[in-house]
């Protein structure tokens, strides 16, 4: 942390003097771990068609955050991170057992936690109020420790991603190809879920659980505007997301808004930005 | 998920690869999907496998793939009396992509066949090898292209180059004349005819379009749940099976 301070206190900005603002330092590291994390996912959840998806786990992962509060874990986060975990496995299984639309399951799914979730909450005349900062969340509150936590997150991911991408695409673009050369399908998709589940979860005390999906999906969905293969697809929608969380940030301290809606504008106006000057593509 | 039953093998096919299917049936749950289905797939044959719609043509290639469980028995037997698993290439019936999706030709091709993660830049390695598994089925030019970009004789194409690689001892394809012009289908059919004799290999496919099954296929089988019929083209199409199971869509549109 001593080398990011004295790193950051180069930076010409006000909170960026010596000895001062470690909320801000903290998190404008926090968001550059963060960044890129929704980035990378964000381009597999646009292609496999999860942005509904991942909504539903946020709802499932503040259900986890109550059950951990009810049953006085220390840190709820981890109850919320198993609950997440399975709930993103259960889904994967329920969605491949039956013929439903994968949009009907999700339905299901989504208001069953959410219900669960206030029912808990506000059990035994139990007040809603301390909830609150789940929903817009506070990136300027994150303490070191955290952020040790994402970055660890931040690596597991791209290990992830380098291990098994190539057999996640495939299953994506055409299941019965993928399993006729040899990929698993169906665990595939599981740990893919589980860990949007995972980071959804844990992030999701800094973003806010209301825009916390457009993180997942935005970056992606403005690179898919202008991306002709993989390649420039990650990379447009990582420097995207980057980028965005930076400038939101800034603009939050400035204006003193939420950090989360602010990065959530900016990559809407890319988004806005790519549409237009998306190629009619043949 | 897949579940593989291979029993031993009988006399028969010595010498050379072959596929021998017998008394195969398939369940999905209490729907029988098909039953009693018993042939053969010579060495360097293309059978062709026709039927209507909801005949079971897919659930039969799917079971052969090991994707399905079935009863009865699916034998292999490969030259020289080896009779382990051989590599089966599966076209799949043509897949509808997202047209808008940023996947590439080369991106799905390299991560079907190699663990090169396809978001790293590109080794030129990897690049050659792709391109010249497409040059197989003379579609170099698509290298760049984008998957929802493609034709249907080009999707075609990149799928029968994939199913290629590494070159299977059989090949399946799930109705690869669908959603292809009569150009592109007289080019996939030579394509698939070039390749079982430059490469050895047996071809089963399934298909609607009967007025080319004369000059491509050795043989036809005809299939509803149970083989009705097999044998030579001009014997299948001419049979009162075809006649009763192809009734309607003669009465109707009369292409056939």
């Keep these: 942390m001593e080398l990011w301070y004295?790193?950051?206190?180069?930076?010409?900005?006000?909170?960026?003097?010596?000895?001062?603002?470690?909320?801000?330092?903290?998190?404008?590291?926090a968001v550059l771990v963060i960044s890129p994390l929704f980035g990378i996912l964000s381009t597999?959840?646009?292609?496999?068609?999860?942005?509904?998806?991942?909504?539903?786990?946020?709802?499932?992962?503040f259900t986890g955050i109550a059950i951990g509060t009810l049953c006085g874990v220390a840190d709820p986060m981890w109850a919320a991170i198993l609950l997440a975990a399975a709930f993103a496995l259960l889904f994967t299984y329920v969605q491949r057992r039956s013929n439903m639309a994968s949009d009907t399951v999700i339905g299901v799914f989504s208001s069953t936690a959410v219900a669960l979730g206030i029912f808990i909450a506000t059990f035994d005349s139990g007040s809603f109020t301390?909830?609150?900062?789940?929903?817009?969340?506070?990136?300027?509150?994150?303490?070191?420790?955290?952020?040790?936590l994402l970055a660890v997150i931040l690596l597991v991911v791209i290990l992830l991603w380098l291990c098994s991408f190539n057999g996640l695409m495939l299953s994506s673009v055409h299941p019965a190809l993928a399993d006729s050369r040899g990929v698993?399908?169906?665990?595939?998709?599981?740990?893919?879920?589980?860990?949007?589940?995972?980071?959804?979860?844990?992030?999701?005390?800094?973003?806010g659980l209301m825009v916390i999906n457009s993180l997942l999906v935005l970056p992606a969905a403005a690179a898919r505007n202008l991306a002709?293969?993989?390649?420039?697809?990650?990379?447009?929608?990582?420097?995207?997301?980057?980028?965005?969380?930076?400038?939101?940030l800034m603009t939050s301290y400035q204006l003193g808004a939420s950090a989360g809606a602010s990065i959530t504008l900016y990559l809407a106006v890319w988004f806005a930005i790519t549409f237009l000057l998306r190629k009619t593509r043949l | 998920?897949?579940?593989?039953?291979?029993?031993?093998?009988?006399?028969?096919?010595?010498?050379?690869?072959?596929?021998?299917?017998?008394?195969?049936?398939?369940?999905?749950?209490?729907?029988?999907?098909?039953?009693?289905?018993?042939?053969?797939?010579?060495?360097?044959?293309?059978?062709a496998l026709i039927g209507p719609n909801g005949a079971g043509k897919s659930s039969l290639f799917r079971t052969i793939l090991g994707q399905i469980p079935h009863t009865g028995e699916i034998v292999f037997q490969r030259a020289?009396?080896?009779?382990?698993?051989?590599?089966?290439?599966?076209?799949?019936?043509?897949?509808?992509?997202?047209?808008?999706?940023?996947?590439?030709?080369?991106?799905?091709?390299?991560?079907?066949?190699?663990?090169?993660?396809?978001?790293?830049?590109?080794?030129k390695k990897l690049r050659a090898r792709v391109e010249s598994c497409l040059a197989r089925v003379h579609g170099e030019g698509l290298l760049d292209k984008r998957l929802g970009a493609l034709s249907g004789g080009e999707l075609q194409r990149v799928l029968l180059a994939l199913a290629l690689e590494p070159l299977p001892h059989i090949l399946i394809l799930d109705e690869p004349l669908s959603g292809v012009d009569i150009d592109g289908e007289k080019q996939l059919l030579d394509m698939l005819d070039e390749i079982r004799t430059r490469y050895d290999l047996s071809i089963l496919l399934s298909t609607h379009d009967f007025a080319t099954l004369d000059q491509y296929a050795d043989k036809v089988i005809l299939l509803k749940s149970q083989v009705l019929k097999v044998g030579p083209p001009h014997e299948v199409l001419s049979s009162p099976e075809f006649q009763t199971v192809f009734h309607l869509d003669l009465g109707k549109g009369g292409i056939f």
Excluded at chain 1, 130 to 148: C, H, Q, R, T
Excluded at chain 1, 184 to 207: C, D, G, K, L, R
Excluded at chain 1, 228 to 248: D, K
Aim: charged share 15%; net charge negative.
């Design chain 1, 44 to 61: 597999m959840v646009v292609t496999n068609r999860m942005s509904f998806f991942s909504d539903a786990l946020g709802h499932s992962a």
């Design chain 2, 1 to 47: 998920m897949s579940i593989q039953k291979h029993g031993t093998s009988g006399p028969g096919c010595a010498g050379s690869c072959c596929l021998k299917v017998m008394d195969l049936g398939v369940n999905f749950g209490q729907e029988e999907v098909l039953h009693d289905v018993s042939f053969h797939l010579h060495c360097g044959e293309i059978v």
């Design chain 1, 228 to 248: 002709r293969n993989m390649r420039q697809f990650h990379l447009i929608s990582m420097v995207a997301a980057v980028a965005a969380s930076v400038a939101g």
């Design chain 1, 130 to 148: 301390k909830f609150n900062s789940l929903l817009i969340g506070d990136i300027l509150s994150v303490e070191p420790a955290k952020i040790g």
């Design chain 1, 6 to 29: 004295s790193l950051v206190e180069l930076l010409p900005f006000e909170w960026a003097a010596p000895g001062t603002m470690y909320f801000m330092k903290n998190a404008l590291l």
């Design chain 1, 184 to 207: 698993q399908v169906f665990w595939q998709e599981a740990i893919f879920s589980m860990a949007i589940a995972v980071v959804v979860t844990v992030s999701m005390t800094w973003v």
């Design chain 2, 80 to 123: 020289g009396g080896d009779k382990t698993r051989p590599l089966i290439g599966y076209v799949p019936q043509s897949p509808s992509f997202d047209r808008g999706d940023p996947v590439s030709v080369f991106d799905f091709f390299s991560a079907a066949i190699s663990n090169w993660p396809v978001f790293l830049p590109t080794p």
